[in-house]
């Protein structure tokens, strides 16, 4: 069963969240502020972080950022700080998805069902399991893992399956809608998200972020991978040396 950490400091929200978490079947733990966050996560490590924006004592980014420091625990914004520019600061502090208030709460557990289903994927056994080697990426699907030039690369989960799904696509131009869908299995949603994705994969694959070579812009349509991707097996090429792809 999975744990929750819901940090929310507006009692009426968090017990509505609460009950609706608890009835889909997750165990559920609330603090109401910045440090009381960070004191329950370190404490009893949850599996996803539903955090406010709005918080006492410290605002949610920061313990977003502190969060992220601890391990790689998936956060669900939750916040009525509506504006692109606060949901775009948002992504790239390290969430990996948000709901704005007001909101569902069928679609918070649903947003929160996506996003552990993402990290709690079984993986294979090793033998077979599953490579990309692009480059000088390479990319273990089943630990969801990158490294490059020998060093593992700190991802979010939707960071992680957005590279994935366009090195498996290399040279097909996406648009911003049609990487909601497939990535983020939104049929609607604020297309920024993706542009901010993007961005800070560019900051962490590309030479240069400034000018990209593997994940290049389609002015007027979208996003494309410029690098071409091998499939391979943990038995054939150990996951930790990167290979040029042909």
Do not use: N
Not at 76 to 89: K, N, Q, W, Y
Not at 132 to 151: E, F, K, P, Q, S
Not at 208 to 233: F, H, I, M, N
Request: aromatic fraction near 4%.
């Amino acid at each position: 069963m999975a744990r929750v950490l819901l940090v929310d400091d507006d009692i009426t929200v968090a017990d509505v969240v609460s009950r609706y978490l608890l009835r889909a079947g997750f165990e559920v733990d609330r603090a109401v502020d910045g440090p009381g966050a960070l004191t329950a996560a370190e404490r009893t490590p949850p599996d996803l972080v539903v955090l406010d924006l709005m918080l006492p004592g410290l605002p949610g980014l920061e313990v977003c950022r502190r969060l992220r420091e601890l391990g790689p625990v998936p956060v669900v914004m939750l916040t009525a700080l509506g504006a692109e520019s606060d949901r775009i600061l948002g992504l790239e502090t390290g969430a990996d998805d948000y709901v704005t208030k007001p909101f569902s709460p069928r679609e918070l557990v649903l947003r929160v069902r996506s996003v552990l289903r993402r990290t709690q994927e079984p993986p294979p056994g090793p033998v077979g399991r599953p490579l990309l080697r692009a480059g000088r990426l390479a990319v273990d699907l089943a630990a969801r893992t990158v490294i490059r030039d020998g060093h593992d690369l700190s991802l979010t989960i939707r960071e992680f399956d957005l590279l994935a799904f366009l090195l498996r696509h290399p040279g097909v131009a996406f648009s911003r809608a049609t990487l909601l869908e497939r990535v983020w299995g939104w049929t609607y949603g604020d297309s920024s998200t993706v542009t901010v994705h993007i961005r800070r994969l560019r900051e962490k694959i590309e030479d240069d972020p400034k000018s990209p070579t593997v994940l290049t812009t389609v002015w007027g349509v979208g996003y494309r991978c410029d690098l071409p991707a091998q499939e391979v097996t943990a038995t054939s090429v150990p996951s930790d040396e990167p290979v040029e792809a042909g």
